[in-house]
T-cell receptor, first 113, second 113 residues
Framework: GENVEQHPSTLSVQEGDSAVIKCTYS??????FPWYKQELGKGPQLIID?????GEKKDQRIAVTLNKTAKHFSLHITETQPEDSAVYFC????????????FGAGTRLFVKA | DAGVIQSPRHEVTEMGQEVTLRCKLI?????LFWYRQTMMRGLELLIY????????DSGMPEDRFSAKMPNASFSTLKIQPSEPRDSAVYFC???????????FGDGTRLSIL
């Protein structure tokens, strides 16, 4: 069945360093890949997304890359700050097959000041 | 835009009682998702609706769980009778159309004693 694998499950970095979270998906028909950030006591919130017709997208300190051939996509956070500490989820969806979004298991990011 | 609104934010009740969780979608959104989040199992999709019609309820754990959309802007998730293992944070999310991001509420933290 459809699956999204996310690594690592936990990531600890020093403030100012970069953080990279990687995901792979199983369904080659997937064409939309959002990333969510979940802070304590809150629901996941969209931080960036990418569609299958684009290989890379950047928004200030956050960037996402997509390799359709390998079915990989990654989140890159540069110049990390303590407020980046949260749980991050990748997800994959497609426009057919019931419109369901498949989420990864999440990465808990700690940014040490 | 008020966002997705869930109520109550916290619910503590004794096992065997009926629990009703409520969700108000963002105006104009036509898809509604119910999720359950626990430390052990992560974010699990329970059921989702498209245009008020249940599309996939394969994630609903048991017949004790039921969900409805009486109109285009409101949904309920009911557990009857509740059990301690139902304790979790329950999120609803709405989406404008396919391959658009889901917008999550801040969840209902449910504790069954």
């Amino acid at each position: 069945g459809e699956n999204v694998e996310q690594h690592p499950s936990t990531l600890s970095v020093q403030e100012g360093d970069s953080a990279v979270i990687k995901c792979t998906y199983s369904d080659s028909a997937s064409n939309y890949f959002p990333w969510y950030k979940q802070e304590l006591g809150k629901g996941p919130q969209l931080i960036i997304d990418i569609r299958s017709n684009v290989g890379e997208k950047k928004d200030q300190r956050i960037a996402v890359t997509l390799n359709k051939t390998a079915k990989h996509f990654s989140l890159h956070i540069t110049e990390t700050q303590p407020e980046d500490s949260a749980v991050y989820f990748c997800a994959a969806s497609k426009g057919t097959g019931g419109f369901k979004t498949i989420f990864g298991a999440g990465t808990r990011l700690f940014v040490k000041a | 835009d008020a966002g997705v609104i869930q109520s109550p934010r916290h619910e503590v009740t004794e096992m065997g009682q009926e629990v009703t969780l409520r969700c108000k979608l963002i105006s104009g959104h036509n898809s509604l998702f119910w999720y359950r989040q626990t430390m052990m199992r992560g974010l699990e999709l329970l059921i989702y609706f498209n245009n008020n019609v249940p599309i996939d309820d394969s994630g609903m754990p048991e017949d004790r769980f039921s969900a409805k959309m009486p109109n285009a802007s409101f949904s309920t998730l009911k557990i009857q009778p509740s059990e301690p293992r139902d304790s979790a944070v329950y999120f609803c999310a709405s989406r404008e159309t396919i391959n658009q991001p889901q917008h999550f509420g801040d969840g209902t933290r449910l504790s069954i004693l």
